[in-house]
């Protein structure tokens, strides 16, 4: 697929339209304040996967909590892992870390401002590296995010799906031939900026276009049919049971084990419910599997879905009694607690097992059978 580079005259209209649409409407941004390095890299991480009002809540705690580089890479990565609760994709909260780290050790705590550089960070990519280059150091880099995936194939009646081969390298050819010579700080955000408020996913905001007449899919009435994408992957449906274990006034968790999903985050312990099976009989069975623990009271708690990556999941919890009067010892997680309710929100835990703890303060029986106060 070939698309023509647009003409110089196109260009020059695109730079005028677009750069003065983004200097009139930019967001007030916190990591737009001064386009610290720090910042920048920490919202471009952030915003992978994360919508933009959640990642703006999410920043301004994080930098309240790690203001700068050698704060973050002193932290444990119990800390980081906290401060990133309920963001999802927790690697790219270990990468910051790491990646932290890494800049204390070979760079003298601060972060590189060279792409070869900065492409050897943990979780920074060819976007990511670009983003930072441009924003952050305002180097000559093109960005292709999904926001100028749209607004490109719009603009230029891409008909390929665009997240192909041949879509993605017509892309970053146009974005290379669009970028104008010493202001791609403000470029590459406009181009962001643009196609995240008026060439929006659902349905762009043709009458507040300045371009349209250079967009050959307004000009076709095809706008609504791009991009073009993929056939959509239908969620895996997952489901399991959990047990909130109470004994002795607290309650039992155990850390994820590091190499699998969730490392290092805590949870209560639970399993994989068959098709078909009783949540109720499957409880007991998988709390003894796990910890060997033999519980005698379940109660049901509400039933909790949330969804992750490609799954759709949902979580049958049970209010767990064991009565033997000592806290027993596991023999299978490496680290577990037995702790107070008030102190489960010391933990992170992932975002189904958060809202079962949500939860938990408004069950009449954990206070019965925990002891907690009425």
Request: contains cysteine.
């Amino acid at each position: 697929m070939k698309i023509a580079t647009p003409s110089k005259a196109v260009t020059a209209r695109l730079h005028q339209d677009l750069l003065g649409w983004f200097a009139a409407a930019a967001r007030p941004l916190p990591w737009r304040e001064g386009y610290l390095p720090y910042h920048v890299w920490v919202s471009e991480i952030m915003l992978q996967q994360t919508q933009m009002e959640r990642g703006v809540t999410y920043f301004r705690r994080w930098i309240k909590r790690f203001p700068n580089i050698a704060t973050l890479a002193a932290a444990s990565e119990e800390e980081v892992l906290k401060e990133w609760e309920g963001l999802g994709y927790y690697s790219r909260a270990r990468n910051l870390h790491a990646a932290a780290q890494c800049m204390v050790r070979d760079f003298a705590g601060q972060l590189p401002d060279s792409l070869p550089e900065l492409l050897k960070l943990p979780g920074v990519g060819k976007y990511t590296a670009r983003a930072i280059a441009s924003i952050a150091f305002q180097q000559d880099y093109p960005v292709v995010d999904g926001n100028v995936e749209r607004l490109f194939a719009r603009l230029f009646a891409i008909d390929e799906p665009v997240k192909s081969p041949a879509a993605q390298s017509t892309i970053w050819a146009l974005a290379e031939a669009l970028l104008p010579s010493g202001q791609a700080r403000q470029w590459n955000q406009a181009l962001m900026e643009f196609g995240a408020l008026l060439c929006g996913r659902a349905a762009p905001c043709c009458n507040l276009c300045p371009v349209t007449d250079l967009c050959e899919s307004f000009q076709t009435g095809t706008a609504a049919m791009r991009p073009v994408t993929g056939e959509a992957q239908k969620g895996i449906v997952v489901n399991f049971v959990v047990a909130v274990i109470v004994a002795e006034q607290r309650i039992y968790v155990q850390q994820r084990p590091a190499g699998v999903r969730w490392a290092s985050l805590w949870e209560f312990p639970g399993g994989h419910l068959e098709d078909g099976a009783p949540p109720a009989e499957a409880v007991i069975r998988a709390v003894q599997e796990e910890t060997q623990f033999v519980i005698e009271t379940q109660i049901p708690l509400p039933v909790v879905r949330h969804a992750y990556t490609k799954y759709r999941a949902t979580l049958y919890p049970f209010l767990c009694h064991l009565p033997s009067p000592i806290l027993p010892t596991l023999h299978t997680a490496q680290n577990y607690r037995w702790l107070p309710l008030p102190d489960l929100e010391r933990l992170a835990f992932s975002a189904g097992h958060r809202q079962i703890i949500s939860r938990l303060s408004k069950v009449s029986d954990l206070n019965r059978i925990a002891g907690l106060p009425e």
